[in-house]
């Protein structure tokens, strides 16, 4: 196995050739903000808010904004994680996602559970600028234990991957587009009807917002235990049920 | 097939020619089904006047001037007939004979015809798209021969790559690069894929070339597919060009059976089977790896590059990537030389481009230039400036992804670094023309709304992002806005801009970019607080 060095923000840190940015940047204690990412699924770059900036080498030449979460080190690479410019990003980013469905936080399920929300402390998102744009969002409670309420939802696609990576079931995927989007229960059928799903509750733990919840859920018991995800990742790949 | 064989059927077909040949544009702009009205009430008024033994009807590709259609050109005398109705097919044909003729006549030395130069076109209109014998006429698949037996395929990449050929579909990478970048990668096997999602509003080359000359395409496919060693491609087309595809699967049919696509291609080890597939009309799948998602029956959105198709494309094999106009430049480079080839055009920009002139124009319709013409050539005496009395107020190149350029730029070259330095891009080849009663804030938030309506959805900056845009833009156009909203159109166009995930969103706020940058004093003439300092 052959070890990279790299910098990221002025401080020299040691890599796996397989390790993405995001990989060192939490080993060596720099924060990088993620929505989409999960420890033990796929990454898909989505969310846009672990992006950085890449040294380009020359002053002609401007950086590159790369998501760390899908961007594997280069030895020598120079990286920045908190230029004003991603601070920016990150900000407006967060701001498009509040201004996107509803986010009302006082009367949300997930209150003081929420990643979206932690993650609005973090990049100092106060206030929405842009006119909100509220789609009609359906609220699915057929299934006998859990419910999703679209008005929530950040399509993050954590219940995609952890659904169908995971459990294997697929029971989760994206239709339509643009900001028509929507996570959806095998073909668009209600959850409930959704023959697929082994009503593990996976998707409960991965979903970073309010969206997906156990039904009848205090705020106080919101509290997912997502490390639950990886373990499981970790114990199949590593094959540590065995012996 | 041997050569031989193929130089047979080429003799056969050109002898089988009569002197007289009346060419019917049978191509989804002149409305195929007038068209064919049009070609049968000619081939009856050959009969009638017992001609049939040195006339011949035909039905070709696309003649370029589409406004003008339904068009029919007689050969050898190059006369074009605009606007024909099948009841002028008599007075057509009564003027073979030295009368005159009902139908309107064009100009042959008008510019539209002169200033052209024609490599991708060249037998658009002059060839039957729906026989293959009539393309071998003309010298096809004997490039794709040259290539199998006289070539390795070291010497094909080294052609590409010296002609300077680069990508038509609109980012402009050098396809010789591209070629010997999958080459170079190992697979098990390897894939061969032809973009034909041509989705740019204003936008209809690929449609045009798949139409007009379906063979050229898939003659540039096979020799790409033996110099990468690929043995399967895919031609992937949207949904919305059912002639296109109709041709296309033709055309297919017909390679096979002549033993020029399938097995053993021209008696040699090199097999090249070529599927279709349909779009289901999703502007994003025209990005390469949303591309491939379709193609794999997945939802078609972008996954994070690298991996380049490259070298991990579809089902994880490398794959090659190509426009349908960059293959159809590859048989006229195997045949003419990649020198031929780079002494066209510009340093930058070699050979030629094929646009689509739309929009406020006298002459709308297909062309093909030489690269570093100036835009002027082609508005003004190509395209014959505004219809009537007005004037050109700008053009806009590049689709959604693309800007508007002003009047007074219009001696811009056009290649891909001059138009990239103006803000704008040369894009697939779109070109819309636009006149003084235009309102440029109005095209702007067309080509914003065009992109929120076909984003996936995938990516917050651009699924959000050009919802916002909208709405902004909206806002403007009501004269509701003020000099703050202004401001947050152009902040949300940087985070757009730098932070969505494909090309689609990246490229999103080129229009309003470009359009602030020419038509700033528009943008500020409607916000209500315009005059306070």
Redesign the interface.
């Given at each position: 196995m052959t070890v990279k060095t790299l910098t990221i923000d002025d401080k020299l840190v040691s890599a796996r050739e397989q390790d993405t940015i995001l990989d060192v940047a939490r080993e060596s204690g720099i924060p990088i903000p993620t929505l989409c990412h999960l420890d033990g699924v796929k990454?898909?770059?989505?969310?846009?808010l672990c992006?950085v900036e890449i040294a380009s080498g020359s002053p002609d030449r401007p950086n590159r904004?790369q998501?760390a979460c899908?961007t594997?080190v280069v030895e020598g690479m120079v990286v920045y994680t908190a230029t004003e410019r991603l601070k920016?990003?990150r900000r407006?980013?967060v701001e498009?996602?509040f201004?996107?469905r509803n986010h009302i936080c006082s009367v949300c399920v997930a209150n003081g559970h929420c990643e979206l929300q932690d993650i609005a402390i973090t990049v100092g998102m106060d206030h929405v600028?842009?006119?909100y744009?509220s789609p009609l969002c359906e609220v699915d409670i057929t299934h006998g234990l859990f419910g999703v309420d679209q008005n929530r939802c950040?399509?993050c696609t954590r219940c995609v991957r952890v659904c169908d990576e995971i459990e294997g079931a697929h029971t989760w995927?994206?239709a339509?587009?643009?900001?028509?989007?929507r996570v959806i229960t095998d073909l668009h059928q209600s959850w409930g009807e959704a023959r697929s799903c082994t009503s593990c509750g996976k998707c409960v733990l991965a979903c970073p917002t309010g969206a997906i919840f156990r039904q009848g859920a205090t705020v106080a018991e919101m509290d997912r235990d997502r490390s639950r995800l990886s373990v499981l990742m970790t114990a199949r790949e590593k094959r540590e049920w065995i012996g | 097939m041997e050569l031989a064989e193929l130089l047979d059927i080429a003799e056969e077909w050109q002898k089988a020619q009569k002197p007289i040949r009346i060419c019917c544009c049978t191509s989804t702009a002149c409305q195929p089904t007038v068209s064919l009205a049009i070609k049968q009430a000619l081939e009856e008024a050959v009969a009638a006047e017992d001609l049939e033994d040195q006339v011949q009807v035909c039905g070709v590709g696309c003649l370029g001037l589409c406004g003008k259609g339904p068009l029919v050109k007689i050969e050898p005398d190059e006369i074009v007939y605009e606007q024909v109705s099948p009841d002028q097919a008599p007075s057509i044909v009564a003027a073979l004979k030295g009368e005159t003729s009902a139908a309107s006549k064009l100009e042959p030395e008008h510019p539209f015809f002169t200033r052209q130069m024609k490599v991708v076109l060249e037998h658009s209109g002059n060839i039957d798209p729906e026989r293959i014998e009539d393309y071998i006429r003309v010298g096809g698949y004997q490039a794709l021969y040259h290539a199998l037996h006289e070539m390795t395929t070291d010497e094909v990449v080294d052609a590409m790559v010296s002609s300077g050929l680069r990508g038509r579909g609109g980012a402009g990478y050098p396809t010789g690069l591209k070629w010997a970048t999958v080459a170079k990668s190992r697979g098990e096997r390897k894939f061969v894929v032809c973009n034909g999602d041509e989705g740019d509003p204003g936008a209809f080359m690929d449609r045009s070339i798949l139409e007009s000359d379906p063979h050229r395409v898939l003659e540039g496919m096979a020799i790409a597919a033996y110099t990468v060693g690929a043995d399967q491609g895919f031609l992937y087309i949207r949904g919305e060009y059912p002639l296109a595809i109709k041709r296309l699967q033709k055309a297919i049919q017909q390679g096979k059976r002549m033993g020029l696509l399938g097995t053993q291609i021209f008696e040699t080890s090199f097999n090249f089977r070529v599927d279709i597939r349909i779009g289901a009309g999703?502007f994003?799948c025209g990005e390469e790896t949303a591309l491939m998602a379709s193609i794999e029956g997945g939802?078609g959105?972008p996954?994070?590059r690298?991996p380049y198709p490259a070298e991990s494309g579809l089902w994880g094999y490398p794959t090659l990537v190509n426009n349908v106009e960059t293959f159809a430049n590859v048989a006229s480079i195997i045949r003419n030389g990649p020198k031929w080839f780079a002494d066209i055009g510009t340093e930058g920009s070699k050979g030629t481009k094929v646009f689509a002139l739309t929009g406020q124009i006298a002459n709308t319709g297909l062309i093909e230039v030489p690269m570093g013409t100036p835009l002027r050539e082609i508005v003004e005496d190509i395209g014959g400036g505004a219809p009537g009395y007005g004037s050109v107020k700008a053009v806009q190149t590049g689709g959604p992804s693309g800007g508007c350029i002003p009047a007074d730029l219009f001696d811009t070259s056009l290649d891909y670094e001059s138009l990239f330095r103006i803000g704008s891009i040369m894009g697939s080849g779109g070109m819309v023309v636009m006149d003084e009663t235009t309102s440029m804030i109005d095209v702007a938030d067309f080509y914003v709304e065009f992109c929120?309506?076909?984003?996936?959805?995938?990516?917050?900056?651009c699924?959000?992002?050009?919802?916002?845009m909208h709405?902004l833009l909206t806002k403007i156009r009501s004269g509701e806005a003020t000099r703050d909203d202004l401001d947050?159109l152009e902040?949300?166009c940087d985070?757009v801009r730098?932070?969505?995930?494909c090309g689609l969103g990246q490229s999103a706020p080129n229009p309003v970019l470009s359009t602030l940058r020419y038509f700033r004093n528009e943008y500020e003439a409607l916000l209500s607080d315009h005059d306070v300092v």
């Open positions: 990454d898909v770059g989505a969310c846009r992006l904004l998501p899908v594997k920016k990003y407006m980013i498009l996602l201004s996107e600028r842009y006119e744009v950040i399509l995927d994206v339509g587009r643009g900001i028509g989007a | 999703a994003v939802r959105t996954r994070p690298p929120m309506d076909e984003s996936c959805g995938k990516c917050v900056p699924r959000v992002g050009t919802q916002q709405q947050r902040e949300l985070v730098h932070t969505s995930f």
